[in-house]
């Protein structure tokens, strides 16, 4: 029920993720039960326990790297409700993503260098809400690291101010984003993939604990 996911997730040693739609499979309780499990926080801004209104995960999180800070915020599609089982969310809602977004930057922006969102919105144009939109109405995001709709950005996109990168799906891409920031201001952001050439040259050999936990 997912917690084989947990001992990948946690040796490949992530900062932070957003749920997306299908890690709800198991439905919500064992989703929020398998993140106790994680060495890194599930953020979600958006998704709350549909009787008590109280957010069903930490909505951000803060890091201080080389002195600069930077807030993680995550984000997740209401369409969720229907891209699993209804019943895998029964007891669960899906706040609007842009309100959410803005609350967000109100609250971050004053006191953080960098604001970035992790989010399961996608670009998809049958979406109600994707990505772009939260870009386009909300000012403040430096960047968005997106998924749900399995777009491969071999540069990413930019909308407004914001630099949305997305890698495809399942891990066939890793992505690169550099922000380069000069007296607590963004002075430069570019997002690419890595080729499966430099991929090659940086690790020639699987690595030994993942390889450990995968046979396991």
Same mark, same amino acid.
């Given at each position: 029920?997912?917690? #084989?996911?947990?001992?990948?997730?946690?040796?490949?040693? =992530? $900062?932070? &993720?957003?749920?997306?739609?299908?890690?709800? #499979? =198991?439905?919500?309780?064992?989703?929020?039960?398998?993140?106790?499990?994680?060495?890194?926080?599930?953020?979600?801004?958006?998704?709350?326990?549909?009787?008590?209104?109280?957010?069903?995960?930490?909505?951000?999180?803060?890091?201080?790297?080389?002195?600069?800070?930077?807030?993680?915020?995550?984000?997740?599609?209401?369409?969720?409700?229907?891209?699993?089982?209804?019943?895998?969310?029964?007891?669960?809602?899906?706040?609007? *993503?842009?309100?959410?977004?803005?609350?967000?930057?109100?609250?971050?922006?004053? #006191?953080? $260098?960098?604001?970035?969102?992790?989010? !399961?919105?996608?670009?998809?144009?049958?979406?109600?809400?994707?990505?772009? &939109?939260?870009?386009?109405?909300?000012?403040?995001?430096?960047? &968005?690291?997106?998924? !749900?709709?399995?777009?491969?950005?071999?540069?990413?996109?930019?909308?407004?101010?914001?630099?949305?990168?997305?890698?495809?799906?399942?891990? !066939?891409?890793?992505?690169?984003?550099?922000?380069?920031?000069?007296?607590?201001?963004?002075?430069?952001?570019?997002?690419?993939? =890595?080729? *499966?050439?430099?991929?090659?040259?940086?690790? *020639?050999? *699987?690595?030994?604990? &993942?390889?450990?936990?995968?046979?396991?």
């Amino acid at each position: 029920r997912g917690e #084989n996911m947990t001992l990948i997730l946690n040796e490949l040693g =992530y $900062d932070a &993720m957003a749920p997306g739609s299908h890690d709800f #499979n =198991y439905g919500s309780a064992r989703l929020v039960e398998l993140s106790h499990e994680l060495h890194f926080p599930v953020l979600s801004a958006n998704i709350v326990d549909a009787q008590t209104g109280k957010l069903l995960f930490a909505p951000y999180k803060e890091f201080v790297l080389d002195g600069v800070r930077v807030a993680v915020f995550g984000l997740t599609t209401a369409e969720t409700a229907f891209k699993t089982s209804p019943e895998n969310v029964k007891n669960v809602k899906f706040l609007d *993503p842009i309100e959410a977004a803005r609350k967000m930057v109100k609250k971050l922006r004053k #006191n953080h $260098d960098v604001i970035i969102a992790v989010t !399961h919105l996608g670009i998809d144009a049958s979406s109600k809400i994707t990505s772009e &939109m939260v870009a386009a109405q909300v000012p403040g995001i430096d960047v &968005m690291i997106d998924g !749900h709709s399995h777009t491969v950005l071999t540069q990413g996109m930019t909308t407004g101010n914001t630099l949305i990168a997305q890698t495809g799906c399942y891990d !066939h891409n890793l992505g690169c984003v550099r922000i380069q920031v000069k007296d607590h201001k963004v002075i430069s952001k570019t997002a690419s993939l =890595y080729t *499966p050439e430099e991929l090659k040259a940086m690790a *020639p050999e *699987p690595d030994k604990a &993942m390889q450990a936990t995968i046979d396991g």
